[in-house]
């Protein structure tokens, strides 16, 4: 990917060089199944149990509520489902919002169709719940609160220690999908009330297809798979040995360097919000402060998001869209509804999405070609035309 | 996802821009379904000398609008009125099938660009088709 800008990392990362090396000598020599008694066997189930013990420093998490599985799509079914079996003789009522991920979301609406009721919290304009809402959401029946602890769209960090406060008072289990979070921003599952958490390894520049939950010690989750007993007997299958490992060793690098990272990092996010934001009719989207370090998303309005993805594409810049077009369906994102913004704006979405890889040079070439982007496709736009005609 | 075809035509559209002295003009689609095309069409003597088109739209709306406008320039009005989604879509060596809507645009902006021009003329699209059916 040399002369490639890479700004879709919220998407998925490049695997880190420290993962890379990690997981090497497990895709080779060390191959052994970690459930055998023998020499191989052995090194790959330490290696299994020195990564659950990494990822558990790194979330304020003890090594045994850590869950190997095969990502956060994975984690946010095992999550939901299984507590919802868990619970469903006190209740099947649960709480959520209008802005989560759809590993989250359809899932939520698989059990709508069995029988379990949702409340999905609507947002402000900055992606925002109501902690008001929230709690008057609550009732005798609700057995379970799931909010993203920040959002893959516009990179809104929700108040998840404070969601997680009102759950506990209420006696109300609480999951959150990290799985834009973690690696990103400090999260400690103990300080900020979280019984469930799921998150993925390719997004913090770990590999792909493998994540983890972390589920609170005591509460007795079903097994969101069925087997050979692996996972102490909640999560069977032969275990992604590189893959836990690479995961593991990523996120001990990110949370190592977290603080460099998050600085370095929203420095650069904050030139490119300035700089996008003086396009004329152009808006930030999600909240301005309460942000991910490494999201930028805009609308630009009178033209369309893919368009806008494929001419970068043809700068060599990767970047994407919440529209409908790029979404293949008729609607734009539901995100990007939820907060408000009408049809014909959100159409007009874009997502750049950086991390500590990325340098100033980058953002200097992003700023550099968007002007000229958008002024091509809002020159051959027809909605550009009228609302000039409106100003005169 | 996307074929060559499509790309060349996106990045490289045909015929993009207002039509000065247009005597028919189109306007398909609207924003709320995302995709939004105008075409232009200059008629005389029955056949469709120029054509041009604006888009508000996805890559494949692009695409359809520079290759539609392509296929039916210099051809008889009977022929681009004939022009079907499909033969813009094989043109382009294909759509993704989530992006076929954006081709029916392209159809439908032709059709409501040359019916513009026979209402000018006090002439309704309708009794032009009936008249080439018998
Ligand atoms: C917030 C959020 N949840 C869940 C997922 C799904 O994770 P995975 O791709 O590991 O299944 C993603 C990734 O796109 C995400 O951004
Ligand atoms: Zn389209």
Redesign the interface.
Known sequence: MSGIIYADNAATTRLSRCALDAMMPFLTDDFGNPSTVYAPGRTAKKAVESARFKVAAAIGAKPEEIYFTAGGTESDNWAIKSTAALKKEKGKHIISTAIEHHAVLHTLQSLQKRGYEVTFLGVDRAGNISLEELRSAIRPDTILITVMTANNEIGTILPVKEIGEIAHEAGVLFHSDAVQAVGHIPINVAQMNIDLLSLSGHKFKGPKGVGALYVKKGLRLPSGMHGGAQERGLRSGTENVPGIVGLAAALEDAVTHIDANMTKVSVMRDALIKGLTKIPHSRLTGDPVNRLPGTASFVFE??????MV?LLD?NGICASSG????S???D?SHVLLAIGLP??IA?GSLRLTINEDNTQEDIDTILEKMPRIIQRLR???????EKNAEVK | MYSEKVMDHFNNPRNVGELKDANGIGQVGNSVCGDIMKIFVKIEDGIVVDTSFKTFGCGAAIATSSMATELIKGKTVKEALRLSNKAVAEALDGLPPAKMHCSVLAEEGIKSAIEDYYKKQGIELETVLKADEE
């Open positions: 009178c033209i369309e998001g893919e368009s494929l043809q529209s409908a077009c790029s293949g369906s008729l734009p049809h014909e159409h020159d051959m736009s027809p909605l550009w035309e």
